[in-house]
């Protein structure tokens, strides 16, 4: 007898036990046999549930949004909530809360039951600060000052605005109870830090209004040993020692093409004024200048010796 007979006649004694086997997991499969039930099916439904509340004062934030990806819940008046989907069992999911005039928060759940409660979600409010910026000698609006808000990376990191034609600004959000710092700057003003400051209100806007002192001003030029003038040169304006020597570094600027230069902003007393070429390979000799309080220095050279 050939190998392929002899496979085809074992293939054919087998035949009968398959359709037996396969007959018997049906009827044991749809539990039509007698005294066995029939195997439960494996569900990944679940239901997702907790109460949104202001972190303040516990008070529920109805309204609040609960998504996890394409799907989302509203919270209900008294800030309860339920999401329920037939594939959260055995996930890892990320839920976000969000709802205007509050910062977002991310939560990180596994769903290893059919309910999963939770709890309270604790909502930050967050505020705008608006305030206006103005000359403190004539009350008059300081357009383009610059309004830096320092804050933890945590609460978002720092932001950054201009002010307008009238002075105004608004910066945020901010969020309620941390602490951040505010400086406004402005090239022809003395800067100003406001440290630690907390926004404990439940208004939504907190003005803060702030009168810049016009500070100090050096003019002058850059020019090489034999004359010439030279453009686009660093200007580097430091506090002076008392020996005479450099300090930290207050305001610095770029000579123009004609080699003229004007460095504003400049708190009152002594400085060294230094010029340095773009490459860092040539430096003037310091200049040393006492600036008055609101006044101008005129006519600094700034002047490059040989190379």
Known sequence: ?????????????????????LVLGYFLR????PGFDKFPEESYHATLTGRVV?????????????????????????????LEHSNFMRRHLEITVEKPGYHPRQVRVSVDRARVDLGRIPLTRAYFVTGRVVSRDMGAPVPAATIKVERSREDGGNLVVRSDSEGKYRVGPLLEGRPFHLILEHPAYLPIEIRDRVIRTAADNVPIAVSLAVGGVISGETRSSDGERLGRIHVVVHRRHPDGSAGEVEKAGLSGLDGTFLIQGLSPGPKLVLGETPEGDRRSAPVQVFVPEAGEVQGVKLVFLPE
Request: proline fraction near 4%; aromatic fraction near 6%.
């Open 1 to 21: 007898m050939t190998r392929k007979r002899k496979r085809f006649r074992r293939t054919r004694m087998l035949a009968p036990f398959v359709i037996v086997a």
């Open 30 to 33: 749809a539990g039509l046999l």
């Open 54 to 82: 202001s972190g303040s004062d516990d008070q529920p934030v109805g309204g609040a949004a609960i998504r996890i990806g394409e799907l989302s819940v509203a919270a209900d008046e008294s800030g309860v909530f339920e």
